[in-house]
């Protein structure tokens, strides 16, 4: 296979004191071929939007590699890095909070280009600010309004033409849909996927929708607690959950046809504080196949099938049903 | 048993005056509720569905001078027909929060965070049902225990901020259950929660109702939750109710334009029964109008693809269409 364009080793970001850290993100790994978009599924909680800013940096990592093409990006100084950032943007979650009310949309964008000095003047740059208006479905005219101005799914518009506009390998986006309306919703995820074929767009894509991450992912990382449970291509983690927690997941999730039955027992209690999560397995305390072994050791991440891997000691217990 | 619904709104009308004119919230809403069964309305942001239940509670602000006309005729306790909209406030009051209970999204914003859990649960069965104190927080603990809150002695006198925003949930339950009410108005009550504890919060939603036949609104978003949880369903847009069916007809044969796009487009319906993943997904294009300026006709018609010309004449009447089915679109004739 060839170099992955994003690597993450052994990521571990802790919050708070030293003592009792927040174990927010805790020896997480995984790469993103050139091309590919990868889903990072999770709970509220489970590390999600901490992995992927920590991957851009915009907050330090405490151990841990992210390699950007085989480079560690955590070894660059503060002028590089910013540099780098042109290859490597993100969308935001709120389409609210995200843009300066204060400022016009051209303003946004301008801003974007001059800090990468990319085409240079005024004339050029508001050609270039039209222009990304266009690609994501918006009007050269609407340079001149404010955010306010905008709608939700507008406003998702003006975000990812700000991620677009220094023309980034990489995006990094942390629950773009959730604050829109289902109707608005599918405008945004078609805007995404033609956006990722025509510029040949790398993606991490964080969302809590199963449904979304399906239509739109190639491959899956599942995380709980702040690690992860299991990765495997979307067509393998859909039709065969292999870890309790997502097969949990899965179930929870309900399908817009009330045909298709969802008899399942709901999963028991609540995630535990990541200050003080469980010995062992940290989905032990919520795993109906709890054993004793999973309170002794941290299962490892095994390959199960080719490019399906799960952290789960009773993997005999689910291998057996799926041949059965 | 042919049993009368345990409430029948008709024509529900809810409008704001507001610097820019009169906004129509809520316009025309009719449908009905029966013993034990659950209503779901569904709609997307601005589509009149939490004001439909802020009017039917009568908890709409005074600040907000809302005109309100129709009807919500609800069958009470002791067997009488009495209409919401036109109680007086101290029969309203005796009803709210004791045959009447309503849940909230958000659970932190709707518990007092100064008051222990166990405290604002007695305090609606003290009102309600005169217990002295000491007989209200034993029946406090009772209904912790009923919504499955371990440890349900010691939780009494913790406060919310104490508890997980599933917890919190369950206490919100809890206190809503506390009269044994007959309807339950849920807005939202899942959407704050992960979906693993979404699945725990409607099973538990169901068991009450089967165990106590109360009557549920349940005010969504989400297709999937109407799905498995509802018996009927009206769909709102843009404050008016576009269709009403029994939930397994309007999944398999939606027959408004709005109903057909919104279940078009979500990527697991369209991925559902073994499809393959298509190339793009259906969207509705454009977005909601705004209320201060409605489009002259149907409110659908500028991002309807099937519109005509006759569209954009008058509000197209919500028609009976087949048995329990009506659908508000001038494509769609009587039967």
Do not use: W
Request: with cysteine.
């Amino acid at each position: 296979m060839s170099t992955p364009l994003i690597e993450v080793r052994h990521l571990k970001k802790y919050f708070g004191s030293t003592t009792r850290p927040v174990r927010a993100v805790d020896d997480v790994s995984f790469a993103i071929q050139p091309g590919e978009t990868l889903g990072l599924v999770g709970e509220s909680g489970s590390g999600k939007s901490t992995i992927g800013r920590t991957v851009l940096r915009l907050i330090e990592r405490t151990e841990g590699q992210v390699l950007y093409r085989g480079d560690d990006l955590a070894g660059l100084s503060d002028e590089r890095m910013r540099k780098m950032r042109s290859k490597l943007q993100i969308i935001f979650q709120d389409p609210y909070a995200s843009l300066n009310p204060k400022m016009r949309i051209s303003a946004i964008l301008d801003e974007a280009l001059a800090t990468h000095g990319l085409h240079p003047g005024r004339a050029a740059r508001a050609k270039r600010i039209a222009e990304l208006l266009e690609t994501v479905g918006l009007r050269a005219e609407h340079a001149s309004r404010f955010p306010h101005e905008f709608s939700g799914g507008q406003r998702q518009r003006i975000g990812v033409a700000r991620a677009l506009a220094v023309e980034p390998e990489f995006i990094v986006a942390d629950e773009p849909l959730s604050a829109l309306d289902v109707s608005i919703q599918s405008q945004v995820i078609n805007l995404l996927a033609d956006l990722r074929e025509r510029l040949s767009l790398t993606m991490l894509f964080i969302s809590h929708d199963l449904d979304v991450v399906e239509y739109l992912c190639d491959r899956v990382v599942v995380l709980y607690l702040g690690k992860v449970m299991e990765v495997a291509s979307t067509t393998e983690l859909f039709a065969r959950p292999l870890h309790p927690y997502t097969q949990a997941l899965l179930a929870a999730s309900p399908k817009p046809d009330p045909l298709i039955a969802t008899a399942h027992v709901p999963l028991k209690g609540d995630i535990p504080s990541p200050i003080a999560p469980p010995s062992g397995c940290v989905f032990r305390t919520r795993c109906p196949h709890a054993i004793e072994a999973c309170a002794q050791a941290v299962p490892t991440l095994d390959e199960v099938a080719a490019g399906h891997q799960v952290a789960c000691i009773r993997q005999e217990l689910f291998m057996m049903e799926a041949a059965a | 048993m042919s049993e009368l619904p345990r409430l029948v709104v008709q024509g529900l009308s809810t409008s704001f005056p507001t610097e820019d004119g009169l906004v129509r919230s809520v316009a025309d809403v009719s449908f009905s509720i029966a013993p034990g069964k659950t209503t779901a309305l569904v709609g997307e942001s601005g589509s009149g569905k939490s004001v439909t239940s802020l009017t039917l509670m009568r908890l709409l602000p005074k600040t907000a001078n809302a005109q309100v006309s129709g009807k919500a005729e609800f069958g009470t306790r002791d067997g009488r027909r009495v209409d919401l909209l036109q109680l007086p406030d101290d029969s309203i009051r005796q009803l709210r929060g004791n045959e009447l209970a309503m849940i909230f999204q958000e659970p932190m914003t709707s518990l007092n965070p100064v008051f222990t859990v166990g405290e604002q649960i007695a305090e609606s069965v003290r009102l309600h049902k005169k217990l002295d104190r000491t007989a209200a927080l034993a029946h406090a603990k009772r209904m912790l225990d009923l919504v499955e809150i371990p440890a349900a002695a010691q939780r009494l006198h913790e406060y919310p901020h104490q508890l997980s925003g599933g917890m919190r949930q369950r206490v919100m339950i809890a206190l809503a259950m506390a009269c044994d009410p007959t309807l339950l108005i849920a807005d939202e009550p899942t959407t704050a929660l992960d979906v693993t504890i979404q699945a725990q919060i409607l099973v538990l939603m169901r068991r009450l109702q089967a165990e106590t036949g109360m009557s549920i609104l349940f005010i969504t978003h989400n297709l999937g939750v109407v799905a498995h949880h509802a018996d009927d369903v009206a769909v709102m847009y843009a404050g008016r109710v576009v269709e009403r069916a029994a939930v397994r007809p309007l999944f398999a044969t939606p027959q408004h334009p709005y109903t057909q796009g919104l279940l078009a487009c979500l990527p697991g319906k369209a991925h559902a029964a073994g499809l393959p993943r298509p190339k793009r997904l259906f969207a509705i294009r454009g977005q909601v109008s705004s209320p201060l300026a409605p489009p002259p006709g149907c409110a659908f018609e500028p991002r309807c693809d099937q519109a005509v010309a006759a569209c954009t004449q008058a509000m197209p009447p919500l028609i009976t269409i087949a048995d329990a089915r009506q659908a508000r679109c001038v494509l769609r004739s009587a039967a």
